[in-house]
């Protein structure tokens, strides 16, 4: 595996695993004189990419900026991390390390020829993992992405949601359900008519002025932000909501100009 920092460098990583509230990243390539030199700068540790060995990203890993050290065990150098959490991300931290320790063990599997669908420990990692996922915020839920169950797993299984704002995967972006008990069919494919089942949860763009989020019918909008739409950008300005609280639209902005939005000219 490997790990990419902030400013673009990849590194080659013997293992990444988050164990009794910190992170640690193993090396057998580097001096710790080098390894203290790399981990030293809490800004380029803001978010730690983890990539597969034809280095595709899988995972990512955030704020784990403070550095405690290095220790040594024979060839191996054990890089240490922490990071100062609160209640939110003590739950992404769960969620992280169930990834990695999935993701870790499916590796070992696959290079010893194991099939994943095989092994009872890899899927009560997944299911545990995917099971504290759905509790994340949908700012954390994107951090750690590729644990949720894709949509065609959800399909073939003929699973039903039993809770609105169920995460799923289809086509690598991350959606939600909109309403409870939402049973997952073949013909009701997300992104494809299906606004009023699937929310889409956008990672690409803040929702700043600078960087409006493009508008779609049957989004979720959230007072405060900023989406595009032909070219025009809208603020959402609903009046009894708060700030940072969503609503789901079937009308794009210049629809609702006046009463959800604001042209911004």
């Not at 990539?51 to 050290?69: A, C, M, N, R």
């Not at 700030?243 to 100009?257: K, M, R, T």
Request: aromatic share 10%.
């Amino acid at each position: 595996m490997y790990i990419k920092f902030m400013d673009g460098s990849e590194h080659h990583a013997k293992r990444a695993e988050i164990t009794n509230g910190r992170l640690e990243i193993d090396f057998t390539d580097k001096p710790p004189e080098e390894l203290q030199e790399l981990f030293s700068v809490p800004a380029n540790l803001a978010v730690i990419d983890l990539l597969t060995d034809s280095h595709e990203k899988y995972g990512e890993l955030s704020e784990w900026s403070v550095y405690g050290g290095v220790m040594l065990v024979g060839d191996t150098r054990t890089v240490i991390l922490t990071k100062a959490v609160d209640v939110t991300e003590q739950r992404l931290t769960a969620a992280e390390a169930d990834a990695l320790k999935a993701k870790s063990i499916a590796e070992d599997l696959k290079a010893n020829g194991i099939p994943f669908e095989q092994n009872e420990v890899l899927n009560a990692s997944v299911m545990v993992a995917r099971v504290n996922a759905q509790v994340l915020s949908d700012v954390d839920a994107l951090k750690v992405k590729a644990i949720y169950p894709a949509w065609e797993e959800l399909v073939a299984k003929g699973f039903t949601a039993a809770e609105a704002g169920y995460k799923f995967t289809h086509r690598n972006q991350l959606y939600k359900t909109i309403h409870e008990n939402q049973s997952f069919r073949v013909e009701w494919i997300p992104g494809d008519g299906t606004e009023s089942l699937f929310i889409r949860m956008d990672e690409s763009h803040a929702g700043t002025l600078e960087d409006p989020i493009p508008a779609a019918a049957g989004m979720e909008y959230v007072k405060g932000l900023y989406y595009l739409e032909d070219g025009q950008a809208y603020r959402m300005i609903r009046e009894g909501m708060e700030d940072g609280e969503s609503v789901v639209l079937q009308f794009l902005p210049s629809a609702l100009a006046g009463q959800y939005f604001e042209l911004v000219k």
